[in-house]
T-cell receptor
Framework: GNSVTQMEGPVTLSEEAFLTINCTYTATGYPSLFWYVQYPGEGLQLLLKATKADDKGSNKGFEATYRKETTSFHLEKGSVQVSDSAVYFCALSDSNYQLIWGAGTKLIIKP | DGGITQSPKYLFRKEGQNVTLSCEQNLNHDAMYWYRQDPGQGLRLIYYSQIVNDFQKGDIAEGYSVSREKKESFPLTVTSAQKNPTAFYLC?????????????FGPGTRLTVL
C-alpha cells in the first residue's frame, strides 16, 4: 500500500544552518505530495505542495522537489531561523484522495 | 475570515462519559476529516465525509461517531467505548475530491480523560 517515510527527529540545528528533512514515499500512480508544519499546540498548516514529477514547491524559503525516479520529496531551507522550530509532516494524496502521513520530524533551531 | 474552528480548545472528561467535539468551516468545502494525534506521533484518520449526509470510517473509528447534517459542520463524539481517548484531535476540510487538493486544518481540541 501507499506509505510515507520521514527521517526521525529531533533534528537540531543552529540558526542560519542549512536544513534538509528527508521524505520518501511508496505509491501507485502519480500522487500529489505535501509538506505541512505544526507549531506547538496548534493545528497543521500547508507549507508547500507539488502535484507532478519535477515540480518544485516553495514557500517561506522552504523548497521541495518531486523526484519520481527516487520517490522522494525532501524539504530544504538555506538558512533556518529560531522561528522555524516546529514539527514537519510529509504527506501524499492517494487514489482515494486521502492524505497518507509520515510520522513527523521535530525541528529544533538553537540561537 | 474563512477558516475552520474547533471548540473547545481544551476538554476534560470523566471516564464513562461521552463527549462531543465541534468542527465548523466556512470555506464551502465538500470534504471534512477528523484525525487523532498522540504525543510525538503522526496523524491517524478517524472518520471522513465527502458530502453531506455521508461519512466513512478511517483507520481508527472504533469508539467514535460522527454526523454530517450540514455542509459546514462535522461534529465528533468520543464515546465511552473508546479505551484511551486522551489525545489531540484535529479537524480538517478540503475543497473536493480532486487529487492534489490540500487539506486545511483547525486549531485542534486537546481532550483529557480524568
Amino acid at each position: 500500500g501507499n506509505s510515507v517515510t520521514q527521517m526521525e527527529g529531533p533534528v537540531t540545528l543552529s540558526e542560519e544552518a542549512f536544513l534538509t528533512i528527508n521524505c520518501t514515499y511508496t505509491a501507485t500512480g502519480y500522487p500529489s505530495l505535501f509538506w505541512y508544519v505544526q507549531y506547538p499546540g496548534e493545528g497543521l498548516q500547508l507549507l508547500l505542495k507539488a502535484t507532478k514529477a519535477d515540480d518544485k514547491g516553495s514557500n517561506k524559503g522552504f523548497e521541495a522537489t518531486y523526484r519520481k525516479e527516487t520517490t522522494s520529496f525532501h524539504l530544504e531551507k538555506g538558512s533556518v531561523q529560531v522561528s522555524d522550530s516546529a514539527v514537519y509532516f510529509c504527506a501524499l494524496s492517494d487514489s482515494n484522495y486521502q492524505l497518507i502521513w509520515g510520522a513527523g520530524t521535530k525541528l529544533i533551531i538553537k540561537p | 475570515d474563512g477558516g475552520i474552528t474547533q471548540s473547545p480548545k481544551y476538554l476534560f472528561r470523566k471516564e464513562g462519559q461521552n463527549v462531543t467535539l465541534s468542527c465548523e468551516q466556512n470555506l464551502n468545502h465538500d470534504a471534512m476529516y477528523w484525525y487523532r494525534q498522540d504525543p510525538g506521533q503522526g496523524l491517524r484518520l478517524i472518520y471522513y465525509s465527502q458530502i453531506v449526509n455521508d461519512f466513512q470510517k478511517g483507520d481508527i473509528a472504533e469508539g467514535y461517531s460522527v454526523s454530517r447534517e450540514k455542509k459546514e459542520s462535522f461534529p465528533l463524539t468520543v464515546t465511552s467505548a473508546q479505551k484511551n481517548p486522551t489525545a489531540f484531535y484535529l479537524c480538517a476540510s478540503s475543497m473536493d475530491r480532486t487529487n492534489g487538493n490540500e487539506q486545511f486544518f483547525g486549531p485542534g481540541t486537546r481532550l483529557t480523560v480524568l
